[in-house]
């Protein structure tokens, strides 16, 4: 099956069924908003911790919404079908990958400067925290994916799953939230957005292969 | 086939390595303990006190083989992950989960020193350092590999995913190796990596390279005992742990015998 016709197709299972994808956004959202009514409003308190807050709650969001990623393909027999089959592994990983993006991580994006604002960051930075944001949820779902594939014979595997991907986000959200946290100082936020785009690279390049490797492993 | 390769060979068999580690252990654990012994007296007490730091430097003895082995620890996994993925060794498979909470320690006592240490030079037992979190990161990537192959109930899948997490986490070992030279940081750069001009006194040095030394050897040693362990739970069918735990059950059930003899007389 061709890339794009694959991509389609996640595409529109997902137009069927909106609450699986929009469960994520509503617990970036909600989860920001908790934290106006835990600090109170002051503007000053916001503004300082909203680059950090902003980009642990896209990273919970996300690790969230990886759960699923394989889960379907993986209990209806549709990985076999994939695996069994002439056409590589890696191009059905590329193109979930993509429509995971697609589906779960822009709307995070989309959403963001709304919730920046909302949190007093500096207008000026909101277009940093939209490009930090693309570039890092790249990393974000590409590494998530390789844990979620190593895990998806697992049952009960949500708790394992973070034990597992965190560790790498980690340095994914250093770079995210500083390059948020310089913007917002007035600096140029350009030294982190390099590395995240060079982490971003990595991943998207290179996470695939050990995805692939895993799905085949769990199959057995 | 030569007789040198064929018993390196050997190494990928069950029934070879077990006898073999049952004879090297007690010259790795006597040649290990005897370091360690002299390496941290001569350290601890014999070798000249810092001029800035005072006799607190002398936790290095400790903190720097403890954190140089939780990465080595992460090497030598990498091997057998790679083993594992290439070419299959179930042996590699066993060595790779017995390596994981043996490195995991390391990392865990290299934290733990370093905190130690942290306290009276940098005022803070942590601060949110390069090194101090990339070192931390390695701690999760061992406890992960290790939650990941329990969570598993087929062991030979489970060795199969631990291996693939395992190369995945390697990217973190030059991560922690440069943090210090990357980024500005508070942890000081390395002392030993310039073989030629070590920034460091003989007097000083020599003793740090024993408990090096004497570190891998407790890495050997402890890795010894824990495959020995793996390989009786993993083969418990074959014949030759069949005889094993035949020959264990004899030598528990003589002495008692005995004993009861001495009783009724």
Redesign the interface.
Known sequence: MRFVRLVQQQLSLAYANKLDWLTPLLFFALVIILFPLALGGSPQTLAAVAPGLLWVAALLATLLSLDSMFRGDHDDGTLELWAASQASLLRYTYAKLVSHWLLYALPLVVLSPLLGYGLHLPVSALPVLVLSLVLGSLSLVWIGAVGVAITSGIKYNSFLLALLVLPFYMPILIFGASAVDVAAQGWSALGPLYLLAALAVLSVTLAPLAVAKALKLSLN | MHPVLKWFYQWAVPHFVYPRIQTGLPWVALLASSLLVIGLVWGLVFAPADYQQGDAFRIIYVHVPAAWLSMLVYMAMTMMAISV?VWRIQVAELALIASAPIGAAFTLMALFTGAIWGKPMWGAWWVWDARL?SEL?LL??Y??IF??YH??E?KR?AA??AS??T???V??IP?IHYSVIWWNTLHQPPSLSKLDTPSIHPDMLWPLLITLLAFKLMYLWMLMLRLRTELLLRYPQSAWVQAIVQAMVQAQIQPTKDKSKDNAR
């Open positions: 993925l979190t990161i999760f990537i406890l992960g939650a990941l969570a598993i087929d899948q199969k995913a693939l997490m190369l995945v986490g990217v973190n991560i």
